[in-house]
């Protein structure tokens, strides 16, 4: 099956920090999802992107889709404690429920 | 606004018992689907549905049934636990359009 490589696999920042992770695929992707999962809760989306190069924002988020439907980048700028969790990416090629493709998740951890 | 609940959060099982994870949602979501969720592993698809009757394997079905008879239910079924479905269990549901999945807020399993 498809398969999306995410990373990096954990981030050890500051409070204040930007941060930047992103998924590549070898197979083309309609539309990227990021979501963000908070310890002992469910994935909650973040943000959605449906376009080749679309760079979308909600708040300090912005991620992209990538030209080349391969990849996609989300970043977090000027980090809180309440960014601490794990971040998924996911990627839909159509077809279905089942279309839908997770990256193994970023562990975002946010050192005092 | 409940959105996508799971019952329970927490089980502990003796490996050979049986038991169903409820999930329901209230958006009239045609597509619903079952994940695991296992440390470094990210979100795995079990079974998922695109309507009421319909139902498809994903990527790890095995030791698990479901069916879905209403829009609003989905439920998982375990016919004889064992130790390797100790898990985290994540019911999704979307309407389909851009594929956008909402997650409940899971169901801790722990079979000894």
């Known amino acids: 099956g498809q398969q999306l490589n995410q990373s990096p696999q954990s981030m050890f920042i500051q409070e204040g920090e930007d941060v930047s992770m992103n998924c590549t695929s070898s197979s083309i992707f309609n539309t990227w999802l990021w979501y963000k999962q908070d310890p002992g809760e469910g994935p909650v989306l973040l943000i959605a992107l449906y376009k080749a190069g679309e760079l979308t924002s909600n708040g300090r988020l912005t991620a992209q889709f990538g030209i080349t439907r391969k990849d996609s980048f989300l970043n977090i700028s000027a980090s809180i404690p309440s960014d601490v969790g794990i971040y998924f990416c996911a990627g839909y090629s159509g077809g279905g429920a089942d279309g839908l493709t997770f990256g193994k998740g970023t562990h975002l951890i946010i050192q005092p | 606004n409940a959105g996508v609940t799971q019952t329970p959060k927490f089980q502990v099982l003796k490996t050979g018992q049986s038991m169903t994870l409820q999930c329901a949602q209230d958006m009239n979501h045609e597509y619903m689907s079952w994940y695991r969720q296992d440390p470094g592993m990210g979100l795995r698809l079990i079974h998922y549905?695109?309507?009421?009757?319909?139902?498809d394997q994903g990527e790890v079905p095995n030791g698990y049934n479901v069916s879905r008879s209403t829009t609003e239910d989905f439920p998982l079924r375990l016919l004889s636990a064992a130790p390797s479905q100790t898990s985290v269990y994540f019911c999704?549901?979307?309407?389909?359009?851009?594929?956008?999945?909402?997650f409940g807020a899971g169901t801790r399993l722990s079979v000894l």
């Open positions: 999704a549901s979307s309407s389909g359009l851009k594929n956008i999945q909402y």
């Open positions: 549905s695109v309507g009421a009757g319909i139902t």
